[in-house]
């Protein structure tokens, strides 16, 4: 069984960081990509970041490139998503899913099948 929980949100003021962690089990990082998410009141679900199988590639939405940061650790089964200079707007519930890497990049909430609970972030002006 696939499971997926996304972790370590909280309250930062803006321009601090934050790091959040995705614990998965049920799959192997070898073949599955990670998605980060994020969805703010009111918005629809917006694609955060996306680490290719073993870490080799990531993508980033527009929005937080050069400040974002995804990662993962096969040994740990765990996919990390580093966020720093953090803004107000940045504030959401983030969660984390995943799909089958066949190579491309994922940054569309139908292109995964797995999904864990959120954790929420708030960014304070």
């Known amino acids: 069984e696939v499971q997926l929980q996304a972790f370590g949100g909280g309250l930062v003021q803006a321009g601090g960081s934050l790091r959040l962690s995705c614990a998965a089990s049920?799959?192997?990082?070898?073949?599955?990509?990670i998605g980060w998410f994020r969805q703010a009141p009111g918005k629809e679900r917006e694609g955060v970041s996306c680490?290719?199988?073993?870490?080799?590639?990531?993508y980033y939405a527009d929005s937080v490139k050069g400040r974002f940061t995804g990662s993962s650790d096969k040994a740990k089964n765990t996919a990390y998503l580093q966020m720093s200079n953090l803004k107000p707007e940045d504030t959401a519930i983030y969660y984390c899913?995943?799909?089958?890497?066949?190579?491309?990049?994922?940054?569309?909430?139908?292109?995964?099948?797995?999904w864990g609970q959120g954790t929420q972030v708030t960014v304070s002006s």
């Open positions: 049920g799959f192997s990082f070898d073949d599955y990509a």
């Open positions: 680490i290719g199988s073993s870490g080799g590639r990531t």
């Open positions: 899913a995943a799909t089958y890497d066949y190579g491309m990049g994922y940054l569309l909430p139908n292109d995964y099948y797995y």
